[in-house]
């Protein structure tokens, strides 16, 4: 108390305050420190301890030569004086020590006069608790006396920790924000050249767009509509819109049940799910409205293969589809023809080849397509081809010309040819159309024809010139008045004319059956009974065989008697004819079941089983040593064959070669 008031009386009055500082200023023993007692102080350090204990920043005195510090509070934790008390009034030198060697020098140049400044220096303070850097100005001045000499070195510290941070923190968000900034630029470089390419992508886009529209547009006939996964239109165009229901309006994002076609919808919806599931078909419509389509359904799919919408082209292919049918047509009535139909190259190259030309050629159509015709021309006619193609190249047709060709198996066979250039829209011939037809058969006929016309007009001359002598002698007898022998000429000029009436009328039925004007004319007669007469009439004829007659009872059927007995009297004449004489021949019939059966069995030289099978033809006759001498026409099995089945009869025979034949035929027994 003492001290404090002695500091007081000695002219301190300001120590009575200044807060801990001042306390401990008051308290402290000054006497014996370079600083002296308070009282003794300069003015200008008196002063400057003055304003010091009233200021809130820190102020360090460093008083005279040994640098005596007086500070106040808030100097206090800067140079760890809480740790160091002994700083008070200790010498700056001591406190300091470890870096005087920096501050001696500094606080030297001070006293010469100069301030000197440490802006934001680093002072790590405990604040709060903890260990923080605070940033001070340090100001180092003179302090002068009333002589004007420095004192000592006044150290003001202005607390610029805020202020520093501020300029941290804003140099930080600075360089933060020229990252930011470099980063924007370079997303905004990166926009501009996405920009750039998004505007190309567009146009490319557009025109892309452009081009599928007027592709759709101009595809003829068509229809195009595009379809996203809810079936909704993403397009509609083509130039079938109209015909196909559809006006000029933009479709886009509509349903088709928005758009009043619900009824086509619902008809098409299944189609649209099928293609939606990633299907890839094509339909054929034909619908009520007319014409023809094929509408393709077509599933389109992203680069992940995710569909994404669906393509649907109707095509009108109503020409097409004509054109086609026709042609089928066409390629059915070709593939039908009996005549070989066969399409070649100018160089001769078979280029098609129908079922006729392989039945008739025996090559299939895989053998001859891209040979050449040539394979076809028999060796002696092979000139003939370039004389054909020189005549069609003038456009002319080669009609009806009659050759002969080969076929696979060697056979020359007759044809006719007609062959016509095949020409091209321009009218160009671009190929050959050959039509081949085989008339070796007709050939063969008119042969037998004409074999047969020279054969009829001598057969027939034999009984006429008999019946010519016979008239002649009675003629001659008849003079001399012998009627004697008219008794036995009469009976011979009758078998003759008998035999020319036979002849005729089986000329006659040939004909008839030939023009199709064989009539049958059913009665009800006891077949037995014909069977008599016909054996009769032949045992008037015949004296070279010995013929039995095997018949019992009246076999009643329903029949043409006249045409049933031209087919007994076949037999029967056949029998002896193809018989050595002195032979036996039985004729003969027989019930079996509803049916009656008639036989004719001789002991002649019989049928080989392969002429067996052909007897019945027309024109046929069996052709060896035994039938050479044996006229005939090859009619006669022929007709009776016909007449048989047309009474719902069977007409066979059976045969062995040098044993005999036995010639059956059956009718249906009448009620
Ligand atoms: P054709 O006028 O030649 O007799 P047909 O049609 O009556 O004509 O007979 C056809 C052929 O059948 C005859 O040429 C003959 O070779 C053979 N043929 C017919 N009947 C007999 C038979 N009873 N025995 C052997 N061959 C027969």
Request: with cysteine; hydrophobic share 35%.
């Amino acid at each position: 108390m003492t001290q404090t008031n002695q500091l007081y009386g000695n002219g301190l009055p300001f120590l009575k305050d200044g807060g801990e500082m001042g306390r401990l200023i008051r308290s402290f023993n000054w006497q014996a420190t370079p600083l002296g007692s308070p009282g003794n102080w300069p003015a200008a350090l008196k002063q400057t301890v003055s304003m010091m204990l009233t200021v809130n920043f820190p102020v360090l005195i460093c008083w005279g030569s040994e640098y005596t510090q007086l500070y106040n509070d808030h100097f206090r934790p800067i140079n760890g004086a809480t740790k160091h008390p002994q700083a008070l009034g200790g010498s700056a030198k001591d406190t300091y020590a470890e870096i005087w060697d920096t501050i001696g020098p500094m606080f030297a140049r001070v006293m010469k006069g100069e301030t000197i400044g440490f802006p934001n220096f680093v002072v790590p303070l405990d604040r709060n608790g903890y260990m923080e850097d605070c940033c001070f100005d340090f100001s180092y001045s003179p302090i002068y006396n009333e002589q004007g000499e420095a004192g000592g070195v006044l150290v003001v510290c202005i607390e610029t920790t805020d202020k520093v941070r501020s300029i941290d923190n804003l140099r930080e968000t600075s360089v933060e924000l020229q990252a930011t900034n470099e980063e924007l630029a370079a997303v905004n470089e990166e926009l501009a050249t996405t920009n750039e390419d998004l505007t190309e992508a567009q146009r490319i886009l557009q025109r892309n767009e452009r081009f599928f529209r007027s592709i759709a547009v101009n595809i003829p006939n068509s229809l195009v509509v595009v379809i996203d996964p809810d079936h909704r239109y993403l397009m509609v165009e083509g130039d079938l819109m109209a015909k196909l229901g559809f006006d000029r309006r933009d479709y886009e994002g509509k349903h088709p049940t928005e758009v009043g076609q619900t009824e086509r919808y619902n008809a098409a919806k299944h189609l649209y799910d099928r293609m939606m599931a990633g299907e890839k078909f094509s339909v054929e419509r034909k619908p009520e409205t007319g014409g023809y389509y094929i509408v393709h359904f077509v599933p389109l799919k992203n680069e992940k293969s995710e569909i994404e919408a669906g393509l649907v082209i109707a095509m009108d292919i109503t020409d097409l589809k004509q054109a086609e049918e026709k042609s089928a047509k066409l390629a059915a009535i070709v593939e039908s023809s009996d005549d070989a139909i066969i399409s070649k190259t100018l160089e001769s190259v078979i280029t098609s080849w129908n079922k006729s030309a392989e039945r008739i050629f025996g090559y299939t159509e895989d053998e001859i397509i891209g040979e050449t015709i040539y394979k076809i021309i028999p060796p002696d006619r092979q000139d003939e081809e370039p004389h054909i193609l020189a005549r069609l190249k003038t456009g002319e047709r080669v009609e009806h010309f009659e050759t002969k060709r080969l076929t696979k198996d060697g056979r020359l066979i007759d044809v006719s040819l007609t062959i016509s250039p095949v020409k091209d829209k321009q009218g160009n011939i671009i190929g050959l159309s050959k039509i081949a037809r085989d008339i070796t058969e007709r050939k063969l006929d008119e042969d037998r024809k004409n074999d047969f016309i020279g054969m009829a007009s001598h057969e027939l001359k034999t009984p006429l010139t008999t019946l010519s002598a016979i008239l002649q002698l009675a003629g001659s007898k008849l003079k001399k008045g012998d009627t004697d022998f008219l008794a036995t000429a009469m009976p011979r000029a009758n078998v003759q004319v008998k035999k020319m009436t036979g002849m005729i009328n089986g000329f006659l039925n040939a004909s008839r059956l030939e023009s199709g004007k064989l009539l049958i004319e059913k009665d009800d007669f006891d077949l037995n009974h014909l069977i008599s007469e016909v054996y009769d009439e032949t045992l008037l004829l015949v004296n070279t065989h010995t013929i039995n007659l095997v018949t019992s009872g009246a076999l009643k059927v329903h029949a043409d008697r006249e045409k049933i007995s031209s087919v007994i009297t076949n037999l029967l004449t056949n029998a002896v004819k193809y018989s050595p004489n002195g032979t036996t021949i039985e004729i003969g019939s027989e019930v079996q079941g509803d049916t009656a059966i008639v036989h004719v069995k001789d002991e002649g030289f019989g049928i080989t089983p392969a002429d067996l099978t052909q007897i019945f033809d027309r024109y046929y006759r069996v052709e060896n040593r035994d039938t050479r001498h044996i006229s005939g026409f090859g009619i006669g099995l022929y007709l009776s064959a016909e007449i048989i089945n047309r009474h719902n009869g069977k007409i066979w025979a059976e045969s062995e070669r040098g044993k005999g034949s036995t010639f059956y035929f059956s009718l249906p027994l009448g009620s």
